[in-house]
């Protein structure tokens, strides 16, 4: 049975080479997933036609960031102290969150029909999701719209929200029966969102959610309760009169002190003391005119 394995497998390169003249790449181009800090293998074989001296070279794409990885023969400084060589394929120990990206295999043959080749695939690296922050507001009003929120940063591949109310499962889009009270509100599981509009006064409780990405265990954040108060329309009557009230009160002490005089006193005052200091110099030239006879 091995022997057929490798006579098909021999077969398979021999018909490859006779479909693509030049240097080609024969390892797979699928996505290499891996754990957080552990070890991922970046794949590059490849054949030639006849150059027997090819050069390659590896690019890690993040974004529009491009790099090199192995570059003229040996591994940038970068990379020489957690990464070797295994033939024309990169060993990355250790790899984190950061390694995410699109590395490229580039090889080029000179000598061969088809002098360039190249493969590229993501890293994926996996990290299990942190305890989600959620913010479940206290309390509202009936009949508004209110927001709940959910969210975890750590993840990859990005985690997925579920809610809970008094420990039930709240439905992406909820059914109407006649067990459901309020159907006004939608949960979206990619932005951990938990929209009510309107919240009613039926959906007070206590609220959590849970953040999930298939990696480790599943994290929930604290639990949380929302009180929903019914708008009090006879207290806002209330409230109006009583400030109604005041103004007018206040608007009738200011008339009431305007009509007995209050208001100008200080001004006449004023003007009988301008008067008095008026009338001096006729006084001086009184005694002046005395002392003048004598």
């Not at 491009?66 to 023969?73: C, R, T």
């Not at 992406?172 to 509100?185: E, H, M, Q, R």
């Not at 999930?212 to 329309?233: A, E």
């Amino acid at each position: 049975m091995a022997r057929v394995e490798v006579f098909l497998f021999s077969f398979s390169l021999l018909q490859l080479i006779h479909q693509n003249y030049g240097v080609t790449i024969v390892s797979s181009d699928r996505d290499v997933e891996v754990h957080e800090f552990e070890t991922a293998i970046l794949p590059c074989n490849y054949i030639l036609e006849r150059d027997d001296s090819a050069r390659l070279e590896w690019k890690k794409i993040k974004g529009e960031q491009i790099s090199f990885v192995y570059f003229e023969g040996s591994l940038v400084e970068k990379y020489k102290d957690r990464a070797t060589m295994r033939g024309s394929s990169i060993v990355l120990n250790k790899v984190t969150r950061a390694d995410m990206a699109t590395y490229r295999c580039e090889v080029t043959a000179k000598k061969d029909t088809k002098v360039f080749t190249e493969t590229a695939f993501k890293l994926i690296v996996l990290v299990p999701p942190a305890v989600p922050i959620c913010k479940v507001p206290s309390s509202a009003m009936s009949g508004s719209m209110v927001v709940l929120a959910c969210k975890e940063s750590e993840g990859s591949p990005p985690s997925q929200y579920i809610w809970y109310k008094d420990n039930t499962k709240l439905l992406d889009l909820p059914v109407k029966d006649s067990t459901v009270t309020n159907i006004s509100y939608t949960v979206n599981r990619k932005t951990g969102l938990l929209t009510f509009n309107p919240v009613r006064k039926s959906n007070s409780g206590s609220y959590f959610c849970e953040a999930n990405n298939g990696v480790g265990q599943t994290q929930r954040c604290s639990v949380k309760f929302m009180q929903i108060n019914d708008l009090d329309v006879s207290a806002i009557v209330i409230t109006v009169v009583i400030i109604a009230l005041v103004l007018s009160l206040c608007g009738l002490g200011v008339y009431y002190a305007h009509r007995k005089g209050y208001l100008g006193k200080s001004r006449s005052s004023k003007g009988n003391s301008t008067n008095h200091r008026t009338a001096s110099p006729p006084t001086e030239d009184f005694k002046h005119t005395k002392s003048f006879v004598i």
